[in-house]
């Protein structure tokens, strides 16, 4: 449409010029007395001066004031209609959650405030340079979350809402670094799967199934418009946004059971409700964060993830939290030693084997269902505090016989026909069921700082009797994604091959931002051959990712890892032992001639780093800055945090050298 200069000068509304250049003001005065004029700030005084004339009763003020922020994006008509779109379902509907806690913070005499940071979705930027955005979107998020609660000076406590990949990380960070004061956070929840058609992890892989011939173009058009089958909340599997919602409760941050609730249902408005009462009784009792997150809320969450079989982007999460509360960060050697002492206890998606969506694990009992199956087995810390004020032991006792935990299961069996008990199992029923630990740790000369891949969601079919995954085959080097999936794609002599191992490099922090490559890797599931390749990079992975994909090599190629030094043909080993939970990647051959790890580590030695690395070109200024920033502050394996120490530490060293 194209409109004329006149329609952009002028709407031709005559109305517009009745202009007041005056008000009558709020009626009746603030309720001050003398003290408050003689000691108060005027910022305190005129802060009460803007909420009148916000519209707030001046005989209410007074009140505990409590700020709600949340990542709400996008505009909804009253019936829930769009106005203007949001990025992304698991911040369209959040507001809703805001308003009800805000109601019921008014209906307690207390006075809510609310502020919003809103958050980009990875999904919607699978493929493109706007994933060079998304993880230092984290940071930037948190620090303007802690600035909001700051420049409300008065405020006596934080309720965050968030759901998805980084907003709720964010916000977690943010509430984790309010040491004194009391803070609840309330999970945007989860949407739900369509009566027919795919998932919203399988359709995201519509593009490779249609250039190989397995989708029509009918089935990629109806089944991409339904994948989200409602409005509100974060995507049906396990990936980050669950996995970040649930550790969130493990941590005793969110209430009992409020993490994976269905957005827009009433059971998921009532825990907006229930925060707001928790927040003015943390309030009164003096219970702020500093109380609820320790060490052993930290390892209760660890061992909550490994149960769960959660994203690994937590790891990049999880000591970000930890850092923001003054907590040690847990070590890659505390990764593996939780997963191979921590059985896999949930059957979600994406991991199987039934893969059933995350709104059944919640119907099944959700954090605190696998908490009772965790206790039973002396795998949890019972004293730690929660944000209902009571510890974690007392709170699974009341699960444990509660009438929510029966009805819920009830629903589950009488409406889905599902068995609770397939879906959220203890130890045994587990193995019976063919589930494995999590997640393995690799190391080896193309990954002598570590890395990491989801063992238990690779292929069952190609991994041997001894429940180990071999792979050898020749590397096929890609510098950036759009090469990667077009090989993928492609039918012609550049294609990728079963039997090919991709090495995806300069996708780290230093090369885009440590991108995410779920276009990659969900396209490698669903083709019929993409079980026989693997995936090596310094990238990372989708939380709903799956498959032999071995991700955050470290060092990344621009740091001076040796997976910089890869070529086109080197023979490349992978060997995950998903039963003991150990692992290797080594180049093993190169030009035609086999040989050892030992050798092959000698090899890289001798090779210079190929001449291509670079940073991607389209990489903005933020986030290679960003890049340095948590390099100097411990790298990936430290969370990708700003530790303002070490990064003083770095910079006054190289002024001392100048």
Same mark, same amino acid.
């Given at each position: ?43 305190? !005084? ?13 005989? =209410?003020?007074? #009140? ?50 609310? &502020? ?38 008065? @405020? ?18 943010? !509430? ?49 418009? @339904?994948?989200? =089958? ?13 996995? %970040? ?11 009992? *059971?409020?993490?994976? %609730? ?16 928790? %927040? +003015? ?41 930890? *850092? ?24 979600? +998606?994406?991991?199987? /084997? ?13 954090? /605190? ?15 730690? $505090? ?48 063919? $589930? ?7 190391? &080896? ?36 994604? =759009? =090469? ?27 090369? %885009? ?75 093993? #051959? ?11 580590? @000698? ?20 986030? *290679? ?34």
């Amino acid at each position: 449409m194209v409109l004329a200069f006149e329609n952009i000068i002028d709407s031709g509304d005559p109305s517009i010029f009745d202009v007041r250049s005056k008000a009558p003001g709020p009626q009746g005065s603030l309720p001050l007395t003398p003290e408050m004029l003689r000691s108060l700030p005027s910022g305190d !005084l005129f802060g009460w001066a803007q909420d009148a004339g916000m519209g707030w009763d001046p005989r =209410a003020l007074g #009140g505990k004031e409590i700020l709600l922020l949340s990542t709400h994006g996008g505009i909804r008509n009253p019936d829930g209609t769009p106005v203007a779109l949001g990025y992304h379902t698991g911040h369209w509907e959040v507001g809703l959650l805001v308003q009800a806690s805000a109601e019921e913070l008014k209906a307690l005499g207390a006075v809510p405030f609310a &502020g919003a940071c809103t958050d980009p979705c990875d999904g919607r930027t699978q493929g493109t340079t706007g994933m060079f955005d998304s993880l230092p979107y984290r940071n930037d998020a948190a620090s303007v979350f802690r600035r909001l609660i700051r420049s409300l000076p008065t @405020r006596r406590g934080v309720i965050g809402v968030a759901t998805c990949d980084k907003g709720l990380p964010a916000m977690m960070m943010a !509430l984790a670094a309010m040491h004194d004061l009391p803070c609840v956070l309330v999970p945007g929840g989860v949407t739900l799967l369509a009566e027919e058609g795919e998932d919203a992890g399988r359709v995201q892989s519509a593009g490779a199934r249609f250039a190989h011939g397995q989708m029509t173009l009918e089935a990629a058009a109806e089944n991409l418009c @339904r994948a989200c =089958a409602t409005p509100g909340g974060g995507c049906q599997f396990l990936g980050t946004a669950a996995t %970040s919602q649930v550790i969130g409760e493990a941590l005793g941050m969110a209430l009992t *059971h409020s993490a994976l %609730s269905p957005s827009g249902q009433a059971i998921w408005l009532d825990l907006a409700r229930r925060s707001a009462r928790a %927040s +003015l009784a943390l309030e009164s009792r003096g219970i702020t964060m500093k109380h609820i997150l320790t060490d052993a809320s930290m390892r209760n969450a660890m061992t909550v993830h490994a149960a769960f079989g959660g994203s690994t982007n937590l790891i990049l999460h999880l000591p970000a939290i930890a *850092h923001a509360a003054g907590l040690e960060r847990p070590t890659v050697d505390d990764w593996i030693a939780v997963n191979r002492k921590i059985p896999r206890l949930v059957d979600v +998606l994406p991991n199987g /084997p039934r893969s059933h969506p995350t709104v059944q694990v919640f119907l099944a009992g959700g954090v /605190p269902e696998v908490m009772l199956h965790l206790r039973r087995a002396g795998l949890l810390e019972l004293d730690v $505090l929660t944000v209902s004020g009571e510890t974690l032991g007392r709170m699974l006792d009341w699960w444990e016989n509660s009438e929510r935990r029966a009805r819920l299961r009830q629903v589950l069996r009488e409406r889905d026909g599902v068995d609770p008990d397939d879906v959220i199992m203890d130890p045994a029923g587990a193995v019976k069921h063919g $589930l494995t630990p999590t997640t393995t740790f690799p190391r &080896g000369n193309l990954a002598p700082g570590g890395s990491v891949i989801k063992s238990t969601s690779i292929d069952p079919s190609v991994v041997d009797i001894d429940g180990v995954y071999r792979k050898l085959g020749p590397a096929r080097v890609f510098l950036t994604e =759009a =090469a990667a999936i077009a090989a993928i794609k492609s039918q012609g002599p550049d294609r990728i091959q079963p039997g090919d191992v991709i090495v995806l490099i300069c996708r780290g922090p230093l090369g %885009s931002g440590m991108e995410e490559i779920f276009q990659i890797t969900s396209a490698l599931r669903y083709l019929d051959f993409g079980k026989h390749i693997a995936v090596l990079t310094d990238a990372r992975f989708s939380g709903v990712s799956t498959g032999a994909c071995v991700g955050h090599v470290t060092p990344e190629a621009l740091a001076g890892g040796p997976i910089g030094k890869v070529l086109d043909g080197d023979l490349i080993k992978i060997t995950i032992d998903r039963v003991n939970l150990e692992g290797s990647v080594d180049l093993v #051959g190169a030009g035609g001639h086999i040989f050892g790890e030992e050798e092959g580590t @000698r090899v890289l030695a001798a090779r210079p780093p190929r001449p291509d690395l670079a940073s991607d070109p389209q990489l903005p200024d933020d986030s *290679h800055l960003w890049a340095a920033l948590q390099n100097a502050s411990g790298g990936t394996w430290g969370g990708c945090v700003y530790d303002v120490d070490a990064i003083i530490r770095s910079l006054e060293a190289g002024r001392n050298s100048q």
